[in-house]
């Protein structure tokens, strides 16, 4: 019986340049279609549902000691600080941190939010027409009752601060009910949104559950 021949190298090479830019186009056209699908409401809430259900800890040990400070100040549980900081902009990597809407800084916070909204200039959404230095201005906030705070005593209060930012962030949530408890609440009252609600409650949980690894995961060295 005679031997059948396998393939020669020379062919497989040649295969593997013809199929090479089949295998390309179809990787492709796969990107495209997916980003094409996640428009699609049902299945973009499917895709951010499960990259929620798959999230793993991922709080910067380098934020922990100033969610906790704030905490200490407001009475606000730091695992929502850090629940917050995680949807508003990914622990500050969202670039800019300025949102289409108006929002600025490492929290989040309309303008009118931050400054007042007795601010003349406060309606609508509250991005107000307030200007650059009575938005940093403690003065200006403490007159029209906003709830920016000047964390670091350097004479501004500042949402592209980050302690700033913090310290803010607790001090509307505290006022909004998070210090008595009423978490949900708290967290409807900084964005009206059941779906930002059920965002931000499953990274607390997610923080509250792992409490003990993230202490000793972030323990100082003796």
């Not at 040649?14 to 492709?28: A, H």
Request: hydrophobic content about 40%; proline content about 5%; charged content about 20%.
């Amino acid at each position: 019986m005679k031997k059948q021949k396998g393939i020669s190298y020379k062919t497989k090479a040649w295969m593997i340049v013809l199929l090479l830019p089949i295998t390309i186009t179809v990787y492709i056209l796969a990107i495209i279609g997916w980003k094409e699908l996640v428009k699609i409401p049902v299945v973009q809430e499917w895709a951010e549902s499960f990259q929620l259900s798959t999230a793993k800890l991922d709080v910067p040990s380098e934020y922990i000691a100033l969610y906790k400070e704030a905490e200490k100040n407001y009475g606000v549980p730091w695992t929502l600080l850090a629940a917050h900081h995680r949807i508003e902009t990914r622990f500050s990597t969202m670039d800019p941190l300025l949102s289409p809407a108006g929002a600025e800084g490492h929290m989040q916070f309309m303008p009118c939010t931050f400054v007042g909204w007795s601010h003349p200039s406060c309606s609508g959404l509250g991005k107000g027409n307030i200007p650059d230095e009575d938005k940093v201005s403690p003065a200006v906030i403490e007159k029209y009752g906003g709830y920016g705070v000047d964390a670091n005593n350097d004479g501004k209060a500042d949402p592209f601060d980050l302690e700033d930012a913090i310290f803010s962030a607790a001090n509307y949530l505290a006022a909004s009910g998070a210090a008595d408890g009423e978490i949900e609440k708290a967290i409807f009252n900084y964005n009206h949104s059941e779906k930002y609600v059920e965002d931000v409650l499953h990274f607390y949980n997610l923080y509250e559950s792992q409490l003990k690894e993230i202490q000793a995961a972030y323990a100082p060295n003796k």
